[in-house]
């Protein structure tokens, strides 16, 4: 592996990098716009200025070839919809007025227009905006963004590399538009939509560039023949272009599987695939092909997804496996650097033997241009870089942090025994029915209530030190009270303390836990101008003392009806956090369930009645492979049964997920023996009460009957009537009336009107039984 070897040198290249900019001068900017405080040119010459700083940072960094297009103002899906001309009827007046105020308009909704559908990008945190298209849907080539940003780095004096999303993923991520048939499928429109990209791609190369890269990440999930059919004919067919620039097909975020030999056999001049994680599998399966002999392969061996030091010995081995199935083999992230943070080095206040570990967006960058220099001039000229990545790693593997004896020894101890309620739900529901004594169809909401300014003026108050903690706790305590004086006067059943004193429901618990890490500069884009900085998993979790038993005890100190205890779950834990990737995903969600049971089981020893574990990420972080889908659901029912299994049988525990489609976990539900599950259902009219009725589920439901999405204040009778409809699937011993989710984006004045209507509601409902 220390020779040169005799095919093109590799070169270093990333698909995607933030676009926030270190201060988050993105966000900045286009809110600035957005209220009137900065101008339309002010925005654009900001956007170029972070543009340019990216590029610089690349190129200096020793990358070959930089991406372009990759940069959005609010979502790249969004840009490929304008691309292509796709703009929803209802946003058409506003995009003609203002190119700029239209694509506003259709990520944020105007007054008279709703917004596109938001939706989580595969199975990353990152939402884009859905693509409407119906059967009348005309395309039309739109290539000024693509076009633009190509001529600024090529003035610049980079070689650059467009990146679009492919058009097969464009059509699979979108939906029907408002007046299709429900059943219409975008896909359909693939002849209508290459021709587009045909004339996009001939002028991005009159423009000067030699490779366009297009996206199919789409392609990594499991897809019936007829897609993996129009994928062929998609690249046959702009393979079969004269006049294109050479084209790279890149996929990521798992394995190809059968979608391998479309790509490999089309007659596209360049394939980038994910060599991490599920998607190793790649390499075998590449091998098994016979390779893509005479194609350059973007070979993503570093993972672009974690912020963890990537194991370069390790990725070179790869690499020089792949040397011979390739006619030239590149060296890249797995996916755009879109998903990790900038750069470690800002982190000042993380211990430095810790940040030694650590990789962002820029530390990615070195990484992958070492890697390219090992495979170029062989493994000697980056003896330094090997050596400080093996101190390193091993630094980490020898830590304290990610060794603790104790909590080592406790997770091996678990036995299935742990993990399951002695006795059965008949038997617990008796005996919380006798302790609780609540009315038929019980009222209760799903936790937080409104975060007004001045919980959020508090905390910063607190951060500035211009109010100490007790001032803080005084004002925390005050909102629990007015919390719960609303419920009981409104007449709710079950009550909340309203989380006032979580800021986000996964960073609450991570600061409280030993093992996890935050960030100080950590930003990761969601969506749009809202960027979350996720904690870290760094090293074995364990809980040094009680997290929420005060403010619950507190709470029900003041009231006579029981207050729900209120955790977050472990999958849901590890779904908002980075993980750790020393260590399979069961094993650190088992830390966190041991972390979690001992907060369980002091807030039944303070004497909560009801405990409450939200795992609303249950169903995002499902693999994309079905193959993968049956592991991954047996360790995260059995960590969520871990966290909750300790409970007397008069104890009782409820369950929270919101999302559509749970028909592919409707088996996990049941897995997780909750007494109690709530759900969001509204916006889908209580199907998931049918759904659930169907499966045999057997314990209590809530499914959501006030669609907290919505600013609306659903009457009693529109709430009443979805409650019959919860009924007819769900018998009444069995069913709970709570609104869809969590009430903290709300304000009070829709809160108040909607739980009221809801609390009449269930009694006007009661009485008809
Ligand atoms: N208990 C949380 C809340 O009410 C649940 C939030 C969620 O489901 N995302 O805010
Ligand atoms: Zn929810």
């Not at 609780?436 to 001045?454: A, D, M, V």
Request: glycine fraction near 8%; aromatic fraction near 6%; hydrophobic fraction near 40%.
């Amino acid at each position: 592996m220390t020779d040169r070897i005799a095919t093109p040198p590799s070169r270093a290249t990333v698909h995607g990098y933030p676009r926030q900019g270190q201060g988050r001068e993105l966000k900045k900017a286009i809110e600035g716009y957005w209220a009137g405080r900065v101008t339309a040119d002010a925005l654009h010459t900001a956007a170029a200025t972070l543009r340019r700083t990216a590029w610089r940072q690349l190129a200096d960094a020793g990358v070959d070839e930089v991406p372009t297009g990759d940069f959005s103002l609010y979502d790249h899906v969004l840009d490929t919809t304008v691309m292509v001309g796709a703009i929803p009827e209802r946003h058409r007046a506003a995009v003609r007025d203002n190119a700029l105020d239209g694509y506003f308009a259709m990520a944020r909704g105007t007054q008279e227009a709703p917004p596109l559908e938001m939706t989580k990008w595969f199975d990353t945190n990152y939402h884009y905006l859905v693509p409407e298209l119906g059967p009348d849907t005309v395309f039309t080539a739109d290539p000024a963004k693509p076009l633009g940003e190509l001529r600024e780095a090529v003035a610049l004096g980079h070689t650059a590399r467009p990146v679009l999303v492919g058009p097969v993923t464009y059509l699979l991520l979108a939906k029907p538009a408002p007046g299709a048939p429900a059943d219409f499928q975008p896909l359909t429109l693939l002849d209508r939509l290459l021709p587009v990209y045909a004339q996009v791609l001939a002028e991005l190369r009159a423009a000067g560039a030699e490779w366009v890269q297009l996206d199919e990440p789409a392609l990594v999930q499991d897809q019936p023949p007829a897609v993996l059919s129009a994928a062929t004919r998609a690249y046959r067919d702009l393979g079969a272009l004269t006049d294109r620039p050479k084209i790279l097909a890149a996929t990521y975020f798992d394995r190809l599987g059968d979608a391998l030999p479309v790509l490999a056999k089309s007659p596209v001049e360049g394939l980038a695939l994910d060599f991490t994680g599920p998607a190793a599998a790649n390499l075998e399966a590449l091998a098994a092909a016979g390779g893509v002999p005479g194609k350059r392969l973007v070979a993503g061996v570093v993972d672009g997804r974690n912020i963890w030091l990537n194991d370069l010995e390790h990725s070179l081995a790869t690499l020089a496996t792949l040397l011979g199935l390739a006619g030239r083999v590149d060296v890249a992230p797995s996916c755009s650097l879109l998903h990790v943070p900038l750069d470690a080095t800002a982190e000042r206040d993380v211990d430095p033997q810790v940040a030694r570990w650590l990789a962002f967006a820029r530390q990615k960058t070195e990484e992958i241009v070492t890697l390219a220099r090992g495979l170029n001039e062989g493994t000697d000229v980056i003896a330094p870089q090997l050596a400080a990545n093996r101190s390193a790693r091993a630094s980490r593997a020898a830590s304290a942090l990610t060794h603790d004896p104790a909590v080592r020894a406790r997770a091996a101890a678990v036995t299935e025994q742990d993990t399951r309620r002695p006795q059965p739900y008949t038997e617990r529901t008796a005996a919380q029915r006798a302790r609780l004594g609540l009315p038929l169809l019980p009222t209760t909401t799903i936790g937080s209530f409104p975060q007004t300014t001045e919980l959020r003026t508090a905390r910063a108050d607190l951060r500035a030190g211009r109010i100490d903690a007790a001032g803080y706790d005084e004002r925390i305590a005050a909102e629990i009270r007015d919390v719960l004086a609303f419920q009981e006067k409104a007449g709710l059943d079950v009550l909340v303390h309203g989380e006032p004193e979580r800021n986000d429901m996964v960073q609450y618990f991570a600061e409280r836990l030993t093992g996890y890490l935050a960030t100080q500069h950590g930003w990761v884009q969601s969506y749009g101008t809202r960027y979350v900085r996720p904690p870290i998993l760094a090293g074995d979790i364990s809980r040094p003392e009680p997290m929420t038993v005060a403010w619950t005890s507190y709470a029900q100190s003041q009231t006579e009806r029981p207050v729900k205890g209120m955790l977050t779950g472990p999958v849901t834990m590890l779904a908002w956090s980075f993980v750790r990737d020393d260590q399979p995903l069961a094993d650190t969600a088992r830390q966190v369930a041991l972390a979690l049971r001992d907060e369980v089981t002091d807030l039944e020893a303070a004497g909560t009645a009801v405990i409450q574990v939200d795992e609303p990420a249950l169903r995002e972080t499902l693999p994309l492979r079905t193959a993968d889908r049956p592991g991954y659901l047996a360790w995260a029912t059995e960590a969520f049964r871990l966290t909750t299994a300790g409970v007397r049988a008069d104890t009782q525990i409820h369950t929270h997920m919101c999302y559509a489609e749970f028909g592919v976990i409707i088996g996990a539900i049941e897995e997780l023996d909750a007494d109690v599950i709530s759900l969001e259902a509204a916006r889908s009219h209580m199907q998931v009460a049918d759904e659930l009725a169907v499966a045999g589920y057997g314990h209590e439901v809530g499914p959501g009957v006030y669609d907290i999405h919505s600013p609306r204040v659903p009457s009693v009778e529109e709430t009443a009537g979805l409650l019959r409809k919860g009924l007819g699937a769900i018998p009444a011993e069995r069913l709970w009336v709570n609104p869809d989710c969590g009430l903290k984006t709300r304000g009070w004045s829709e809160v108040r009107g909607s739980l009221e209507h809801l609390v009449e509601a269930a009694r006007q409902v009661r009485a008809e039984l």
